[in-house]
């Protein structure tokens, strides 16, 4: 069965293994995307990238080309904006890294972080009504290589994790029922 990597516009098997990693990691040998490359990996509007970056929200793009990080960013954004408001989303990530124009408050690489999301999406394929206590077991198994570079960094990135997760299966919900709504016409 195909799904779309959460946040993208491309297309995977459910089972391919490593997901995220081996999906986009190649797309960075090149030395990063273009803004058009971006907008069309996310399906984003390029006009509403370059207003996160100039609002703070992602860093600015070096040579005019996006770093793995900063395309993680944009795609964590991306995926949860139809869920949540943007400023929860950035306060959100805050949560987990500080000031979002800093890399060196990070407890997380944004990479990293979108990896583990995507693994926990993965996972929770198919069971949108798991219970609270479900998804937090997940979000333990999912960071159980995370590397802690300081106390307290995991129980964070964890709490971040079952937010992201909640917020991406409550807005598979909404997606549903808004379907379930235009069969009703």
Known sequence: M??????TTIEMETSHAGGAEALLSPLFLAGGLTLSQVAQLTGLEPHMIQNW???????PPRQKRYTRRQFSRILMIGMLRGCMQLDK????LSYVNGELNDESDDIIDDWQLYC???RLIQRAQ???LAGQE????WCREILADYQEPSPGARERVERCLHIVLTAYL???????TDELLC???
């Open 170 to 176: 409550a807005g598979q919900l909404k997606q549903e």
């Open 116 to 118: 583990y999301a995507c």
């Open 2 to 7: 195909k799904s779309r990597l959460p946040g």
């Open 89 to 92: 989303i950035c306060s959100l």
């Open 126 to 128: 198919g069971q949108t």
């Open 53 to 59: 970056v100039r609002r703070g929200f992602v860093s």
């Open 183 to 185: 069969r009703l016409s």
């Open 134 to 137: 479900q998804r937090r077991r």
